[in-house]
């Protein structure tokens, strides 16, 4: 099978997804020919940064490259796909909620290039440990996404888009409902004054046990021992944070199930 070699790469969106793809291609030996981003200051600044020209008009983007990549929010893809009219190479997009069909009308060649991280652009990260999930419109259109994704990361991993949708809710609740509960903490030791760092050790030593082993096995804890006397008393403290005690006490219970 002879597939469609890129060497090209044209990137909608300048954000946190983008900042760090488009140096990696960069660094792996793409050339990126053009940088998009609805605020043209951010396409400016990531251009600089991997030798490509950021582009004003959208519909540029298409002019010399082989593959063109959309990262930009869920609810913004379609719009962007659209503006970029009619394109012979591969389009894909990122997102882990957005479905391949979303690209099925107005394009050949597309697919998904999904990497499974939370990115920000002033943390530096290493992309050959991030797994990267892949979908595309057909089997020469997966076999040359595939061998983009294989410059990035040895962890590639096939997937169809309703797979992608429950990886992304995993995602979810691994990264973000996590950091949410993070944040509650600092809350609390924030109104007593006392530094964050206090709870570094304990989240370093949860996460690391979680890595290494079942979580199910790791779970520590009042609700794991079902100790009614302390949660009530935790129920109590919270009083005072109303949206918290509500939280407190759906995963208090959600524990129990899991243990009783």
Not at 78 to 103: C, M, P, W
Not at 172 to 188: E, H, P, Q, R, W
Request: charged share 20%; with cysteine; hydrophobic share 45%.
């Amino acid at each position: 099978m002879q597939t469609y070699c890129i060497k090209n790469i044209a990137m909608a969106g300048a954000g946190n997804i983008s900042w760090h793809l488009a140096k990696a291609l960069h660094s792996c030996g793409f050339r990126i020919t053009g940088i998009w981003s609805k605020d043209y200051t951010n396409a400016v600044s990531l251009a600089a940064s991997c030798e490509a020209t950021p582009i004003p008009d959208i519909s540029s983007l298409r002019d010399g490259a082989d593959l063109i990549i959309i990262a930009v929010p869920d609810n913004a893809i379609a719009e962007v796909a659209r503006k970029i009219g009619q394109f012979e190479g591969i389009i894909v997009h990122t997102a882990g909620s957005v479905h391949l069909d979303v690209f099925a009308s107005s394009f050949n060649k597309y697919g998904v290039l999904y990497p499974l991280q939370t990115f920000s652009k002033e943390i530096a990260l290493e992309m050959a440990e991030v797994p990267v999930f892949l979908e595309a419109s057909d089997t020469e259109t997966m076999q040359s996404i595939k061998e983009v994704a294989l410059k990035l990361s040895q962890k590639i991993y096939e997937t169809n888009s309703n797979q992608r949708l429950k990886l992304h809710v995993a995602a979810v609740f691994a990264g973000n409902y996590s950091n949410v509960l993070y944040t509650i903490s600092n809350k609390i030791l924030g109104d007593m004054h006392f530094p964050r760092e206090v709870l570094h050790p304990l989240i370093s030593a949860t996460a690391s046990k979680a890595l290494k082993n079942d979580p199910l096995l790791m779970q520590t804890g009042p609700a794991r021992r079902n100790d009614i006397i302390t949660l009530d008393k935790h129920l109590a403290v919270l009083a005072s944070y109303p949206e918290y005690a509500e939280l407190y006490r759906l995963l208090a219970n959600l524990i129990r199930e899991n243990y009783i």
